[in-house]
DNA sequence: CGTTGACTTCACCGATCAGTATAGCTAGCG
DNA sequence: CGCTAGCTATACTGATCGGTGAAGTCAACG
């Protein structure tokens, strides 16, 4: 099952969906208008309040469908990785930021809603998946005490490094991160 | 020179660009017109113009004016402190995170913005001052091999707790990472 | 055949957007 | 006195915002 689901959406929903993908992580949620999103889907504005009723609930069905994608992506390099598997982590997000020029997504989008937004509680709890998982990746390698630690220093490192892909050119800050938490991990084994 | 130069600007600028503070940090830089700024400020339209010119403009002054205040108290918090200097940068966000509560602004602003924006630049140069100020405390505390690389590993660990003010209510993760640096900081000591 | 669901077309709503035009007020200053 | 700077007041532009109403097309399915 590495193919997205559609999640029971109808063929017009997903298109809906992918334009909001491309246009809301080039230029910014409250940049673009509901009628530009249909426009590039080749869908009316009648059939996008039709599928996700207003542009609240379909910023939050684009974070979580954003999610889905990255996560699958991110397992498959991680899953299939020789050595440390959360280097392969930061591999997983170096690649991304290779192709993505605008920053984290998740990021972006916490930085513009407010006020309970239903997108937040996505990207919240994206972002807390993300760092169970480099919790749980660390676990795997390094005695048990001090793991948790270990873990949210990580983790940390590699939001430090993701924070700064909007910001800065290149990606030297997050391959700086990478280095250092291979460094970490290498003394937590020793 | 504690106080804030009002940079040649006119009484009337000056209460634009404290109600420009106020509204794009709270609310956002997009979802924040022009004319609520000037009914914020007891302005009108047409002065806000006359000072500033357009929006782009004010925002980019927005930022810069926050930036002085921002450093200046950052300033004077670490050069009166004890102890690791490095570490009273920590304090300083930790305090700034007590009261506000929509995440870093620059940060914030860095989301929202495209496509080479007057605020852009000012947002990068911010970050860059910062990351060097932390090299530099790093240095004047540890031994010069590896300061380098130490002050890069600080910066991102404070990069990460500070992106995550506006994601998660409280400080842990700021605190977490000013706990992580600590240890480091003494390690390298050491 | 009839129904249902996905989608189109298009006109419309009130509100707001960034930005401008014109005119006038008031206080300080030479 | 007259000029200038800072600001007010108000009306306006054309565009766009999120969202709705009503009618109709088309294919799949029972």
């Not at 490094?161 to 290149?170: C, K, L, S, Y």
Request: proline residues 2%.
């Amino acid at each position: 099952m590495t193919e997205t689901s559609t999640g029971g959406l109808t063929p017009g929903g997903v298109r809906i969906l992918e334009a909001s993908g491309r246009l809301f992580y080039a230029r910014g949620i409250h940049a673009v208008g509901v009628e530009a999103i249909a426009a590039e889907a080749g869908m009316t504005k009648r059939t996008l309040y039709d599928r996700f009723g207003s542009k609240e609930a379909l910023v939050a069905a684009y974070l979580r469908r954003h999610h889905e994608q990255w996560w699958a992506r991110m397992r498959e390099r991680v899953d299939s990785a020789p050595g440390p598997k959360v280097l392969a982590l930061f591999d997983a997000y170096l690649a991304a930021a290779e192709e993505s020029h605008y920053g984290c997504p998740f990021l972006n989008a916490a930085a513009e809603l407010r006020n309970g937004h239903l997108g937040l509680r996505v990207v919240a709890d994206h972002k807390r998946q993300v760092r169970e998982e480099v919790c749980r990746l660390i676990e795997a390698e390094v005695s048990a005490q001090g793991a948790a630690q270990l873990g949210e220093h990580v983790f940390l490192l590699l939001e430090g490094g993701i924070a700064h892909r909007g910001i800065d050119t290149g990606v030297d800050h997050l391959r700086a991160a990478r280095t250092l938490a291979e460094r970490l991990v290498a003394d937590a084994v020793r």
